[in-house]
């Protein structure tokens, strides 16, 4: 299906190079951008969140009792 957009002069010079870089239609890379932003948008919330703390230095439990004390 056809559709028409407004995209801005600069966004749509850096997808005319990143076509040329590629060797792919500009189509093709705006399909591409619109399936990766559809499927993370409707990714599960949970699943989503699942992991964000592991980077973190303090564990879950000492995080939410030093917020808790706030209170």
Do not use: H
């Amino acid at each position: 299906m056809r559709t028409l957009i407004d995209i801005p002069d600069a966004d749509l010079n850096a997808l005319n190079e990143l076509s040329r870089t590629k060797r792919v239609s500009r189509s093709e890379l705006v399909r591409s951008a619109v399936a990766q932003f559809l499927d993370a948008q409707s990714g599960d919330l949970l699943k989503s969140a699942f992991g964000l703390r592991k980077k973190r230095a303090e564990d879950g439990l000492a995080y939410q009792q030093r917020m808790r004390s706030e209170w």
